[in-house]
């Protein structure tokens, strides 16, 4: 299947995976403690930064489809229940720009998550540091339809 190309714009997020807001359960930020459990799974996030780009791609929402990596109950956080974490392969870029970087949508399931609950409208992106790009700025994803897709909501 072909590729297809989504658009959004990035928008500031609750600043808890990467640690840019002090919460004493996660010094260093929520990835930075999911990391381990991750590679423990077989996936190595060790060439994203270490924080989550906010995509908003408004008015639509995150369709989910046939993640890449899927991890049900990791155990992560000993002040958290255990959580789901689905992962999606993506590629992305500023828009304008010519070439991508590979990507990877991070999800975890709102059905397991208690805290820092996203806009519907906003996904979570681990990418390789992009420098130059900021809130505000429109970004563009490379993504196959059968892993993810958006849609407007049913009225």
């Not at 995150?62 to 002040?79: A, I, L, Q, R, Y």
């Not at 681990?126 to 505000?136: D, I």
Request: charge should be negative; aromatic fraction near 12%; hydrophobic fraction near 40%.
């Amino acid at each position: 299947m072909e590729e297809v190309l989504s658009e959004g714009i990035l928008v500031q997020g609750h600043g808890v995976a990467s640690g840019k807001t002090p919460d004493p359960r996660f010094p260093a930020g929520t990835l930075a403690m999911q990391k381990p459990f991750f590679w423990e799974l077989g996936l190595d996030l060790s060439g994203f930064y270490p924080g989550t780009l906010n995509l908003s791609v408004a008015p639509c929402l995150f369709m989910p489809g046939n993640p890449t990596h899927f991890f049900p109950g990791v155990k992560w956080s000993p002040s958290l229940p255990a959580e789901n974490f689905s992962f999606y392969s993506c590629r992305i870029r500023p828009a304008g720009e010519t070439s991508f970087v590979e990507a990877l949508v991070y999800w975890p399931h709102p059905s397991t998550k208690l805290e820092f609950h996203q806009d519907p409208h906003v996904i979570e992106i681990l990418a390789p540091e992009l420098p130059g790009v900021a809130y505000g700025h429109e970004v563009e994803l490379a993504h196959y339809p059968e892993e993810m897709s958006f849609a407007m909501p049913e009225a």
